[in-house]
């Protein structure tokens, strides 16, 4: 924040916030509770709160009587005051959502990735925020915010994804500013499913856990101390490029392009597995299908993948020693199918034992963390400018 502590105005902006925090996260309240809560006087939460409300951002939702003294008013934040939108962007499919301030969704479209270039995709992405944002009741260019989450690493300086070579172009984030011509952020989508899982999932409560997420590419988040660590250059978490023991190796181009343990264990080498072994199956999902219906070949596919990611999962709880490992992705999340064989593995190789789980947020991971980042950062967009 700029400006310093002595200024009135900053203080008066200052004490907005905590009053915001409180009714974000307890709900309706009354000045006296807020005051009490925050150790704000009540003048002080009286001029905070008339500002507020002149602003929009807060209103009076209720009234409570029925005690001695006046009937008390009860306040809220206005959580439809502004909406961020929420932007998943998946080799196969595109997911949109859009929230008001606490989150809920008033707007969201889906769409198969059809798209064969950086200027496909942006157009893809531009047309279906304005349909959720048409769906939600919302003027586009009015949403405070919104968070892509996309395949590789976000360079600012260079203004560019790396690291993405399941994405078309290397010009995707300046397109899609272009297109979009709102306040935009662009994370990986990994990281944000982490942040998802934080907030709605197995990460709920938890100040140290790592989701790995196997589908279409492997990746990593990590969250430390209950923040989100990305690492120096926003690299961390790239687990596909660990070595892997795998033999044969995998494909040299495949390995220098998507790294060795995604060349092998992400769905393509489920697939590439099963074509070795006289399976005709054209998908991962097709083969796991198969191994739960009983197929033995499609079993022993699917056993030797549980013990890549067994292997992948020591390294993880031997660097970061996580509560929780969730997994996720079309391949991951298949917990049921994989997980004899992932502790099988873990037991081989030491005395780690990582807890691990499936995620519960299906295909919406990704999609409800980039909405929790839009809301955090809407929040400091609001707040920056009403300082002095």
Known sequence: MRGDLGNPRLLRVLNERRLLDNLQEHGPTSRADLAKITGLSKPTVSAALAGLEEDGLVHVVGEVSGRPGPVTSLYDLNAAATHVAGVDIGRDWIRVGIADLRGAFAGR?????TAQTSAELAVLVGQLCRAAAREADVDWPALACAVVGSPGVYDPALGRLEFAPNLPGSDLAERLRAALEVDLVIENDINLAAVGEHVHGAGRGKSNFALVSIGTGVGMGIVINGELY????????????VPTAEDPPPPAGDALAHGATEAVTAAPGVVRAARAAGLSLETAKKIFAAAASGDGVARSVVEAEGRRIGG??????????????VLSGGVG?????????????IAELGPLRPSVVASTLGDSGVLLGAVARARTRAWDLIFDARLP
């Open 109 to 113: 479209r889906d769409g198969r990735n």
């Open 312 to 325: 992948l999962l020591v390294a993880v709880a031997a660097v970061l020693d996580p509560e929780v490992i």
């Open 230 to 241: 990305v690492g120096a250059r926003g690299a961390a978490g790239e687990v596909s490029y």
């Open 333 to 345: 999340r298949n917990l049921d199918l994989l997980g004899e064989a992932i502790e099988g593995r």
